[in-house]
């Protein structure tokens, strides 16, 4: 069983930074790839980034490249998303995952979800 909690949202202006992060509990974090998602107002749940067990593998969405960046601490049980050059589209709520062993961009196959944060771009 692994519990996720999520924290670092907020609102920001457009162009702005923020740094989401997911504490997670339990002994076997690093047996675990983890993902974030996010979900806008009225759409369905999108994929943003994944990153493997041990940190060097990372997938984002093509819309996020070059200005989102994830990253984990295994030591400490937490992944991050670093959030540069925001845009009022970036808007959502932001969702960390984890999967067993292998990252996905599908988040039919992630096992354990956090509870989210909201992150709001104004223009």
């Known amino acids: 069983q692994v519990q996720l909690v999520e924290s670092g949202g907020g609102l920001v202006q457009a162009g702005g930074s923020l740094r989401l992060s997911c504490a997670a509990s339990g002994r076997t974090f690093s047996m675990y790839a983890m993902g974030w998602f996010r979900q806008a107002p009225g759409k369905e749940r999108e994929f943003v980034a994944a990153i493997s067990r041990t940190g060097p593998g990372t997938t984002y969405v093509e819309s996020v490249k070059g200005r989102f960046t994830i990253s984990r601490d295994n030591f400490k049980n937490t992944v991050y998303l670093q959030m540069n050059s925001l845009k009022p589209e970036d808007t959502a709520v932001y969702y960390c995952?984890?999967?067993?062993?292998?990252?996905?961009?599908?988040?039919?196959?992630?096992?354990?979800w956090g509870q989210g944060t909201q992150v709001t771009v104004s223009s």
């Open positions: 995952a984890a999967r067993y062993e292998l990252r996905s961009s599908d988040p039919a196959q992630y096992d354990y």
